[in-house]
């Protein structure tokens, strides 16, 4: 069975930053590119990055492009999302979810607070 | 980057009546496109992707229709548990692969 466990959400500042990892289990971790999407209180879902199977390609939304890099460790099964100069806009829950092509499978997601 | 836009923004039906959702693209997106859904406290689900073909487990009262750059998504008829609000993807190009706003399907 497939399982993805987001962890590392927090309340941080403005300026501030913040580490996202997605534990994923049930499949073989580095045959498939992952993502970060978010989706800001009662609002609808944004794609926020991707990287692929093997680390060497990632893409980024406009919105956190320079801000935000994404990771990946395939010994430990775990994908990252390393957040820096946070802005209150950036306040989300915070979902990864593996790719093939679409978005098959879904963490259930890590809430990001940005304020002061 | 492909603009998607859904319509209408909230859908009001009776349990057991038919919802056709619409999901437009700013340019062609082929049969590249998934729908999804999200239920309130939950993480989103696939339910159709290729514009028609649905994920595995989802009922076959769920159909997706359309290419290039109109789509649909039809419920044949509304059980409780499809209540929710309703997300279209384009997937043809990274970056971005975006998503309409969402159509919220709600009981009348």
């Known amino acids: 069975e497939v399982q993805l466990l987001e962890s590392g959400g927090d309340l941080v500042q403005p300026g501030g930053s913040l580490r996202l990892s997605c534990a994923a289990s049930g499949f073989t971790f580095s045959s498939y590119a992952m993502s970060w999407v978010r989706q800001a209180p009662g609002k609808g879902l944004e794609w926020v990055s991707v990287?692929?199977?093997?680390?060497?390609?990632?893409y980024y939304a406009d919105s956190v492009k320079g801000r935000f890099t994404i990771s990946r460790d395939n010994s430990k099964n775990t994908l990252y999302l390393q957040m820096n100069s946070l802005r209150a806009e950036d306040t989300a829950l915070y979902y990864c979810a593996r790719v093939t092509s679409i978005l098959d499978y879904w963490g259930q997601g890590t809430l990001v607070t940005v304020s002061s | 980057e492909i603009v998607m836009t859904q319509s209408p923004a909230t859908l009001s039906v009776s349990p057991g009546e038919r919802a056709t959702l619409s999901c437009r693209a700013s340019q062609s997106v082929s049969s590249n496109l998934a729908w999804y859904q999200q239920k309130p406290g939950q993480a989103p689900r696939l339910l159709i992707y290729g514009a028609s073909t649905r994920a595995t487990g989802i009922p076959a009262r769920f159909s997706g229709s359309g290419s290039g750059t109109e789509f649909t998504l039809t419920i044949s008829s509304l059980q409780s548990e499809d209540f929710a609000v309703y997300y279209c993807?384009?997937?043809?190009?990274?970056?971005?692969?975006?998503f309409g706003g969402g159509t919220k399907v709600e009981i009348k």
């Open positions: 990287i692929s199977g093997n680390g060497a390609t990632s």
């Open positions: 993807q384009q997937y043809i190009n990274w970056p971005p692969r975006t």
